[in-house]
């Protein structure tokens, strides 16, 4: 899920309904159905549904740590993005936003990265990947276990 969402290029998959974040959660289920399989169990639904949500959890956060990692070596404040793509626009900024941003960009001036950016970014990186990194592992352990009872 990690390598999918930071590498340039892969990170378009996840606009496909955050396609590479269901490919992590049904990675993950795969593997561990793979090592049931060599101990004689077969994966359930319900393992399928916690190994995608688990996945979800942890590439959230080691997500969060990797961009904040790449945004402090590239020095980068995304706060000029923003203010630059409203200009570009013609967007007009409201002043309470307006207050919020110049306290992030203060922030990513003088530290290099801004908590709230990191609490907003992890907030809505867990939201999203343990919505669809469940779905994921739902749909390879229905897969698996339609096809064995097929074969049965």
């Not at 359930?44 to 590439?59: R, T, Y």
């Not at 990513?108 to 867990?126: A, P, W």
């Not at 990194?133 to 097929?150: D, E, H, W, Y």
Request: positive net charge.
């Amino acid at each position: 899920m990690v390598f999918i969402s930071i590498f340039p290029g892969l990170n378009l998959l996840n606009l496909l309904c955050c396609a590479g974040i269901i490919i992590g959660g049904a990675a993950g289920t795969w593997y561990y159905a793979r090592q049931l399989e060599k101990a004689g169990q077969f994966i359930q639904n319900k393992d399928g549904i916690m190994i995608g949500l688990l996945a979800g959890i942890i590439s959230a956060i080691v997500y969060v740590m990797f961009s904040t990692m790449i945004i402090m070596i590239s020095k980068q404040n995304p706060v000029e993005l923003v203010y630059k793509m409203t200009e570009q626009y013609g967007f007009a900024i409201p002043p309470e936003t307006q207050q919020i941003l110049n306290g992030v960009y203060d922030e990513y001036q003088k530290n290099g990265f801004s908590i709230m950016m990191i609490g907003v970014e992890l907030f809505s990186r867990i939201v999203s990947h343990c919505i669809f990194g469940p779905i994921g592992g739902l749909l390879v352990a229905s897969i698996l276990n339609k096809r064995r009872n097929a074969a049965n």
